[in-house]
């Protein structure tokens, strides 16, 4: 199943706190770019149809075509500019245009044109970098052998679709593989895309979406896998880029953008599309600015925009060191720098380290193992602003056992997802909180799966897991769970093949803001001495919180309307309110009317 990791919910929060739709960075400057050379000094033999993977902290580049196919690699570490090959004894075979896929500790190879067997092949190998050792992946209900395919990882599994079966033609076919258990399901054709080569895929956290590609004439046609259901839905042509193949696809987290590639009467084109799954619509993306259009290019996502670089576009010499950055929030290109930029090229590879793009390998006008590291800290999204934690005591805000309601009942059904309000009510968390604390309990599940907790405004949940139980269990987790920007709610997916109920008990949660200016303690039910101090003195833009030492839960909430920390139980403190305006508010306990409370707010 999907990684069950506290630690990774840690990173995803810190992303959620630093949303670029609020915080985007600064339009990219030329003075801030820079190319740095990689070292050829132990580097992998020049090559292009290669793969490469980033781990977290290294590039691992494998196979390709040095003028003969290899199934050499290397693993290249930034941070000392330094090359460590990697193992050949059980190999995979010397092959190209394969794929790779990285699941969190392993490289996944598969597929791609074998010298050994004089064309596609099946095979394929698991590559642990920490062994320096490789596993054989089955060939026991695999997909047919096939090249220039895609693969995504979901976060449990590597899926693979389409692809040229050298001397049958374009496939429409594909299959699921699970490295836990070394098996392979195949995948339904039903709906399905038409057979094609030289497509793209993306993996949205719940479902795969391939594009365009070679049918045998160029295409704008799509579709969205579901393995959950193991079902197509197809994509909309509507506004969609023209008919291509050769171009580059990233994920933004709520998009597809699509740039490039050869289409029919002209092999290379500059134009674009943004497409929104939760719509299925498309949004042109600008040419103005943009690079030339070229085939064969790489693409990475930042976190915050797109960066283009290299690929075939018809110069002299066939291909191109330039490239440029697209940000999506403003349909807007600036150009990447050439000073100190890797030699023209095509068939390289690119990854994105979170900070930096490696460029290397490819076709420049023979096979190459030189690359560059692209760094540009405009294109990098912002750190998090402050945010603060608040404990509340233990309390159930979800439980499918009960009742049907918006926290209660029925059970989870299999492959689907519900969405659980948990702002307001009776555990106290305030509209202002961004993520929780909590306890996340499955029980009863009737098949091995595992529950994906996420924001409830996301377009899709994200490739991992928060908790993973096997039939029959009951089983608990911790987890730091993101709530929707507005609404306060989150999405459960049922990742298992079996319905089964869901618990869920919050411990605390985040504001973001920072800490309160002012504090003010609930002691109990007294009347105009509920609160203390009151009345508060209060500055205009400050911060209050209010903090309950009552045995039992109580609420702030502004007369005639306004604030409402909603219920604060024993114990746990409201995320801090900014007072805006100067006056004399009052304000009360929306439980117990008879507790009332004064600020007193001064410029």
């Known amino acids: 199943m999907a990684k069950d990791a506290l630690g990774y919910l840690w990173l995803s929060l810190l992303a959620r706190l630093m949303p670029v739709l609020l915080f985007a960075p600064a339009a990219p400057s030329a003075a801030q770019e820079s190319w740095t050379p990689t070292s050829t000094v132990g580097a992998p033999s020049a090559r292009y149809e290669h793969t490469a993977v980033w781990t977290g902290s290294k590039m691992i580049v494998w196979g390709g075509n040095g003028l003969a196919y290899t199934n050499t690699g290397g693993i290249y570490d930034p941070a000392t500019d330094s090359w460590t090959a990697t193992n050949t004894a059980g190999a995979p075979s010397p092959r190209g245009v394969h794929t790779a896929v990285w699941t969190g500790s392993k490289m996944i190879i598969w597929g791609g044109l074998d010298s050994s067997v004089g064309g596609s092949t099946n095979t394929g190998g698991i590559y642990d970098p920490a062994a320096d050792s490789w596993t054989a992946v089955s060939t026991v209900g695999a997909p047919s052998a096939r090249a220039r395919h895609a693969a995504v990882w979901t976060g449990s599994r590597m899926i693979v679709w389409g692809g040229a079966i050298l001397g049958v033609g374009y496939t429409d076919t594909g299959g699921i593989y699970d490295p836990s258990t070394n098996s392979w399901t195949a995948m339904s054709t039903t709906g399905a895309p038409s057979p094609r080569f030289e497509h793209t895929a993306v993996w949205t956290g719940s479902k795969m979406i391939v594009w365009g590609g070679w049918d045998p004439t160029y295409t704008n046609a799509g579709g969205l896998y579901d393995p959950a259901t193991d079902s197509w839905t197809a994509t909309s042509t509507t506004g969609a880029p023209t008919p291509r193949s050769y171009h580059t696809a990233v994920w933004t987290g709520s998009r597809m953008i699509i740039w490039s590639g050869g289409v029919d009467g002209n092999p290379y084109t500059d134009t674009g ?128 056992r009960n009742a049907a309601g918006p926290t209660g009942g029925p059970a989870l059904v299999a492959g689907a997802t519900r969405s659980f309000p948990v702002t307001g009510g009776a555990c106290g968390i305030p509209p202002t909180a961004i993520a929780l604390s909590v306890n996340v309990t499955a029980v009863g599940a009737a098949a091995r799966g595992y529950l994906t907790l996420y924001p409830g405004d996301a377009a899709s949940p994200p490739p991992t897991s928060n908790i993973n139980f096997s039939a029959g269990q009951t089983r608990a987790n911790n987890a730091i769970i993101l709530l929707a920007t507005s609404g306060g709610t989150i999405d459960v997916r049922n990742g298992s093949a079996g319905s089964l109920h869901f618990v869920l008990d919050v411990n605390g949660f985040f504001a973001s803001g920072g800490g309160p200016d002012v504090t003010i303690t609930i002691t109990g039910m007294s009347g105009a001495t509920s609160f203390s101090p009151n009345p508060a003195a209060v500055k205009v833009g400050q911060n209050v919180a209010w903090h309950n030492v009552d045995s039992i839960g109580h609420t702030a909430t502004q007369d005639g309307g306004g604030f409402d920390t909603g219920v604060i139980p024993p114990g746990g403190t409201s995320a801090p309110i900014k007072l805006s305006t100067s006056g004399t508010m009052g304000y009360h306990c929306a439980i117990h009317p008879s507790m009332v409370g004064t600020l007193n707010i001064t410029p």
């Open 273 to 400: 599309g943004v497409y929104n799954p939760a719509g299925d619509s498309w949004t042109s993306t600008s040419t103005a600015g943009a690079p030339a259009g070229r085939e064969w290019p790489t693409a990475v996502w930042t976190g915050a925009r797109m960066i283009i670089w290299g690929g075939l576009d018809g110069s002299v010499g066939g291909s191109t060191n330039t490239g440029g950055i697209y940000d999506p929030a403003t349909d807007s290109w600036t150009a990447t720098t050439t000073t100190g930029a890797p030699t023209a090229r095509g068939y390289h590879t690119a990854v994105w380290t979170g900070s930096d793009m490696i460029v290397w390998g490819g076709y420049p006008s023979g096979p190459t193992n030189t690359g560059g590291i692209y760094s540009n800290p405009a294109v990098v999204p912002p750190p998090p602003p402050p945010a603060t934690f608040y404990t509340v005591t233990p309390c159930r805000v979800a439980d499918t």
